[in-house]
């Protein structure tokens, strides 16, 4: 049994720690959009290419919206410098 299920929020460590370990071939599918993590950090449950649009998904899936971490995964491809 987990340690951790039951505590809100995650610990950090745990939450960092896991989203590190999510593999990169997952993650470079949401690049450049909102997304909500599992709340510790195991995995990615839902995306959205806007905050209200990721809400909406979020719902859709059946999720709770508190019970969520949010994100925000960017384009390593993109530069935000003028």
Same mark, same amino acid.
């Given at each position: 049994?987990?340690?951790?299920?039951? %505590?809100?929020?995650?610990?950090?460590?745990?939450?960092?720690?896991?989203?590190?370990? %999510?593999?990169?071939?997952?993650?470079?599918? &949401? &690049?450049?959009?909102?997304?909500? &993590? $599992?709340?510790?950090?195991?995995? %990615?449950?839902? $995306?959205?290419?806007?905050?209200?649009?990721?809400?909406?998904? %979020?719902?859709?899936?059946?999720?709770?919206?508190?019970?969520?971490?949010?994100? &925000?995964?960017?384009?390593?491809?993109?530069?935000?410098?003028?």
């Amino acid at each position: 049994m987990d340690a951790h299920k039951d %505590i809100w929020p995650p610990p950090a460590d745990l939450f960092n720690d896991n989203c590190n370990k %999510i593999p990169v071939e997952v993650v470079e599918k &949401y &690049y450049g959009r909102h997304v909500a &993590y $599992s709340w510790d950090g195991t995995s %990615i449950v839902a $995306s959205g290419g806007s905050y209200e649009e990721l809400r909406e998904n %979020i719902k859709a899936a059946g999720l709770d919206p508190a019970r969520v971490v949010y994100g &925000y995964v960017d384009d390593p491809d993109v530069s935000f410098l003028g």
